[in-house]
């Protein structure tokens, strides 16, 4: 009675590979929202689970070689370290922009050439930098003094990359208060690295996390070709231009667009750095991973708020909330949902995301994509824990919905996973995977 009615056109016969279907997004979340039988099952498939479409990493990676061609991306893994988001793009010959230990352990024991990595913190702890040294991962960044002299003692022959201090004003998710050298200190660090007789090849930014502003890729470009000038007067051979993350994934035309981003700093390099001799990296995270993960959430309680507050607990937080009580005869409605702010959604806290709700499947019927023509009310949309900051949000508006029914929410595979815990018990939600590009069977079957 339980069994998955999902027709799984497997992938790959590599035992140590997850199931890969190849139907599209919209035909997993059916498959398996409509072979639940919440009265028979054990199972609990009635979890929230993630749908993690390979297909659209392998078109994002596309995309990237069509628009930035002199540029090699260097995954950053903090974004997602989803182990077949990972395989995928090792069989694609990206490279790993790594943030600790444990990343980096993590890509070796996959295979990775440590050439392919870069050691991308600027404040490092000293038996990282000494395991680096072990595995021979060359490339790492520094911005301060001390990283300096601790990367001395701990590998004096690491080859390094000055991360500079850009304008992030325009971006979600600033860096540069806690990152970067200004350009009135980096001409200090780069003697005080002469005189340690330390190895520095190049130049790194971030201009921040979604950045919205393509002109802050130039500025940054600007900035690193004074560092480059600064470190030839020094005699230093730079040869390495790290342009960081901060990519948008986004196609739609009035946002900030990938290719909008790639239309002015492709042709800010090739003016700033004509030399083929200068090697071009970048650190994308979000962009390959956001657009590829989408999270079906089953709604397994709801309170209807007019009611309680009428009736109840007048003095509940709610009340203040002026979106449930602004004179609206609707009853406004609080959906808890079995994930949350602890889990795959503490990208709402860490990395000030708005998500948005859509119906998955209500009263039964499946309804992705579409557009139900019932009035819709205010709502809350709660995670599972009993803690109150486990919101998603207080902004909801979606039809009368029932425990039971199903939403689900897009583009959510940047800084979700990664960040997620198991506070108050609950698991994290399970990743099934798909294809939407039969290519990426091929590329995985030949890594
Ligand atoms: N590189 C570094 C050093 C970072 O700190 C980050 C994100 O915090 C990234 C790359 C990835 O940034 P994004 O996901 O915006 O591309």
Redesign the pocket.
């Known amino acids: 009675k339980c069994e998955s009615t999902q027709k799984d056109v497997l992938s790959t016969n590599k035992n140590d590979l997850p199931r890969i279907s190849m139907l599209s997004v919209e035909e997993v979340l059916k498959s398996h929202v409509l072979s639940l039988d919440i009265d028979n099952c054990e199972a609990e498939n009635d979890n929230a689970f993630i749908v993690a479409d390979l297909g659209e990493i392998y078109r994002q990676h596309l995309r990237w070689q069509t628009h930035l061609p002199r540029i090699k991306p260097f995954y ?1 893994v ?2 997602n370290a989803d182990p077949m988001l990972l395989k995928l793009l090792i069989a694609l010959g990206t490279g790993f ?1 790594c ?1 600790s230990k444990t990343e980096i352990q993590t890509l070796l024991n996959m295979g990775v050439d440590p050439s392919n990595i870069i050691y ?3 404040c490092k702890q000293g038996s990282f930098i000494r395991f680096a040294a072990e595995h021979d991962v060359k490339m790492m ?1 520094f911005d301060n003094v001390e990283e300096l002299h601790k990367i001395k003692r701990f590998f004096p022959n690491a080859q390094l990359v000055i ?1 500079i201090l850009t304008d992030d004003s325009k ?1 979600v ?1 600033k ?1 540069s208060a806690k ?1 970067g050298a200004s350009l009135d200190n980096t001409g200090f660090l780069l003697q005080t690295a002469r005189e340690l007789g330390l190895s520095v090849i190049g130049v ?1 930014f ?1 201009v ?4 919205y502003d393509e002109n802050a890729y130039v500025d940054a470009i600007n900035r690193a070709r004074f560092v480059f000038d600064q470190a030839t007067e020094l005699g230093f051979n730079f040869h390495l231009l790290d342009v ?4 948008s994934f986004s196609r739609k035309n009035n946002d900030v667009t990938f290719e909008k981003i790639a239309s002015v700093l492709g042709p800010a390099i090739d003016k700033c750095f004509p030399s083929d001799n200068i090697h071009v990296i ?9 657009p590829a993960f989408t999270i079906a959430t089953h709604i397994i309680a709801r309170r209807i708020v007019r009611r309680d507050l009428d009736e109840h607990i007048p003095n509940m937080d709610v009340i203040q909330d002026e979106t449930l009580v602004a004179g609206d005869d609707h009853p406004s409605f609080m959906y808890y949902i079995n994930d949350g702010l602890y889990g795959t959604f503490n990208c709402i806290l860490f990395d000030h995301q708005i998500v948005t709700p859509k119906v998955l499947m209500k009263e039964g019927k499946f309804l992705f994509g579409e557009t139900l023509d019932e009035p819709e009310y205010n709502c809350f949309i709660w995670g599972p824990t009993c803690d109150s900051i486990d919101c998603i949000t207080k902004n909801g508006s979606l039809p009368e919905l029932l425990p039971g029914d199903w939403l689900y929410f897009e583009e959510m595979g ?2 979700t996973i990664s960040a997620s815990t198991k506070f108050n018990g609950f698991r994290k939600s399970k990743i099934i995977y798909t294809t939407t590009d039969p290519h990426v069977l091929t590329i995985l079957d030949d890594a």
């Open positions: 950053a903090k974004c922009d943030a991308a913190n600027p960044t991360r971006a998710v860096l990152f790194s971030h921040g996390s979604g950045c960081g993350g901060g990519f970048a650190e994308p995270g979000r962009y390959y991973a956001a940047a800084y």
